[in-house]
């Protein structure tokens, strides 16, 4: 559910109503939030406790990496298109494409067993 409230993220450039505009970033940010809990919660669900730590750190780490390149990235892009449209689009539909990758490599949410 999280991944689809995100979504209609991708129109914020579109609307031509400030307020439009701000109910759909705020829609997309309780949508993250909510992402995040689960995506914390699920790590803690799947592995056992001596390593959540250890697993949540190293996701950190690679969010803040991809962080610090999709600053650059986006610079390129609206920097050749002269629009947000593509940036807000590809933004909102990545959390539907992480959900999608999920559930093909994650069948089931259990604890894994070593």
Not at 79 to 99: K, R
């Amino acid at each position: 559910m999280c991944a689809l409230i995100i979504l209609p993220v991708m129109f914020v450039s579109k609307v031509a109503d400030i307020w439009v505009a701000v109910a759909l970033i705020s829609l997309a940010a309780a949508g993250h939030q909510g992402w995040a809990s689960n995506i914390f919660t699920m790590v803690s669900d799947i592995y056992p406790k001596k390593v959540v730590a250890s697993v949540t750190g190293l996701s950190g780490f690679a969010g803040a990496v991809g962080g610090a390149l999709s600053a650059t990235f986006v610079g390129i892009v609206l920097g050749n298109t002269g629009s947000y449209f593509l940036i807000f689009m590809m933004a909102s539909s990545v959390y539907l494409v992480n959900w999608i990758i999920i559930k093909i490599f994650i069948y089931e949410i259990k604890p894994i067993r070593f």
